[in-house]
């Protein structure tokens, strides 16, 4: 018996290159692949991209670079990109980079066997179509391996809305849903495997409208069947569109008992003049009044979003605007980012704000956010949350989980195994997590 080939994936990105890069794991496996995480030992590099931000593409650049003295010791490596970048730029990857093997965008990963097997015939390999098959049919022969408690299962991809700022509907394609039922079937797997938090991913998740028994399934008609498998403990959802939050969606927040009080909603700015220009067709009010409605169904959900500062034609008024938003939600989680600029994006041609400006409003923003972050977790002390244990902690009979609300809390609970849930009562609110003793 021949040795198995080494593979080593590093992954970009969001959360849905995470679950990609598991799928094209899988996939390789099956031509005699297992994983390492020491790219030196690899006998085939796979570099899972982001192409959302200008440093991010950048990044994969680099770290190709670096792959080149290890190319030179072994000539047999193979090198591939996938994700966004390889959908963006694939052929230029292809041109610049003489020692790229292969190039696979994200709708073709289950044609990566076959990709395999021409680049080990010395023939390089690219292909970033948008083929009409369903590619995660041809990616679900999931090895019966233990997994950890808390995964991702992708349930849609895809974007029609074309944000000005955004690459993501060039590189995912345009929005599908898979079916229910084979979503259904990968989370019951998922679950005789050990998970028991799910957290259920689409670039707009809750456009979720898979074809299933009696028509479309909305997200929330999804979220209520999997709620009824037996092990299965928690389920989230992520990321949210505000113009899909729909009134089944927000009913399900106030009565399914196992979709979790938490809720990345992203808003980008605060300032209706900027979110016309970005073409989110929703208001700085709007979007308040939907936080009213799932406050009213969940009291107590934990809201989370995404901010872009410097977009093209921001002014300080516009900035001010973004940062009033932000204190009339009180966000328990937020992702700030400077805008960036990207090729074939129609704000890319516009006037864009001063990089020290930039600069300068992010700061701020990012200093409103801790503030406001640390002050949604310290009142979550003296509470009693449950909490889904993960993994061992730093100390001796520590355990380390998540609570209902997604912060990590550290237990002295020497008896606890992964998947294990237990109540906690939160004793401290330390910089990015809380301790707790068990109850
Ligand atoms: N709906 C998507 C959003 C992906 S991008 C999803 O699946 O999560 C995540 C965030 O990156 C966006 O919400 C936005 O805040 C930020 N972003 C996207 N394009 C950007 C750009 N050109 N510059 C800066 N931030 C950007
Ligand atoms: Fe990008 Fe906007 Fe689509 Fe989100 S909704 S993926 S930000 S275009
Ligand atoms: Fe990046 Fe593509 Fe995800 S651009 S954020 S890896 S969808």
């Known amino acids: ?52 931000r200008e440093r991010a593409a950048e990044k994969v650049y680099s770290e190709l670079g670096r792959y080149r003295v290890l190319k030179e010791a072994k000539p047999d490596l193979k090198i591939g990109v996938a994700g966004c970048v390889a959908q963006a730029e694939g052929a230029e990857i292809m041109r610049r980079q003489p020692l790229v093997d292969l190039v696979v965008g994200p709708q073709s990963y289950h044609r990566l066997p076959q990709m395999e097997a021409q680049i080990r015939t010395g023939v390089r390999a690219i292909d970033t179509d948008f083929p009409e098959e369903d590619k995660f049919e041809a990616l679900t022969a999931r090895p019966k391996a233990r997994r950890a408690p808390a995964a991702f299962l992708t349930v849609q991809e895809g974007c029609d809305k074309f944000c000005a700022f955004c690459v993501v509907p060039y590189t995912r394609g345009a929005e599908v849903s898979r079916p229910p039922e084979r979503i259904l079937s990968e ?30 399934w909305t997200l929330a008609r999804l979220i209520w069947a999997l709620n009824d498998i037996d092990g299965l403990e928690r389920i989230r959802f992520t990321t949210s569109h505000p113009n899909d939050m729909s009134d089944d969606l927000i009913e399900a927040h106030a009565s399914c008992p196992k979709l979790m009080p938490y809720l990345h909603l992203p808003v980008q700015s605060g300032s209706d003049r900027i979110l016309k220009r970005m073409n989110r067709s929703h208001t700085a009010e709007s979007y308040l009044r939907l936080i ?5 169904a969940r009291p107590d959900i934990l809201m989370s979003g995404d901010f872009i500062v410097g977009f093209p034609e921001e002014t300080e008024a516009d900035f001010q605007a973004t940062l009033d938003l932000i204190e009339a939600v009180g966000y328990g989680y937020a992702y ?28 701020r923003l990012q200093a409103l956010i801790t503030r406001q972050q640390q002050a949604v977790q310290q009142t979550m ?22 609570s209902e609300y997604l912060h990590a809390v550290h237990v002295h609970a020497p ?16 910089r990015n997590s809380l301790a707790g003793v068990l109850i």
């Open 292 to 296: 009213e409605r799932l406050r009213a």
């Open 1 to 52: 018996m021949t040795a198995p080939k080494k593979l080593f994936i590093k992954t970009y990105g969001c959360q849905m290159n995470v679950y990609d890069s598991e799928r094209m794991s899988e996939a390789l496996g099956g031509q005699g692949y297992v994983a390492t995480d020491r790219p030196e030992d690899a006998d085939m590099i796979l570099l899972n991209t982001c192409h959302i």
């Open 336 to 363: 700030t980012f400077k805008y960036s600029t990207r090729p074939g994006t129609p704000a890319a041609e516009r006037v864009q704000v001063d990089e020290a400006v930039k600069d300068e409003r992010l700061q």
């Open 415 to 430: 008896e606890a195994q992964p998947g294990d849930l237990a109540r906690v009562r939160i004793t401290e609110s330390v």
């Open 381 to 402: 002390v003296g509470r009693d949350l449950t909490v889904l244990f993960e993994k061992p902690g730093r100390f001796a009979g520590q355990m380390g989980g998540k």
């Open 187 to 216: 989370a019951r797997d998922l679950v005789d495997r050990g998970v028991r938090d799910l957290t259920l991913l689409g670039q707009n998740v809750n456009a979720y409208h898979g074809a299933g028994a009696g028509g479309d």
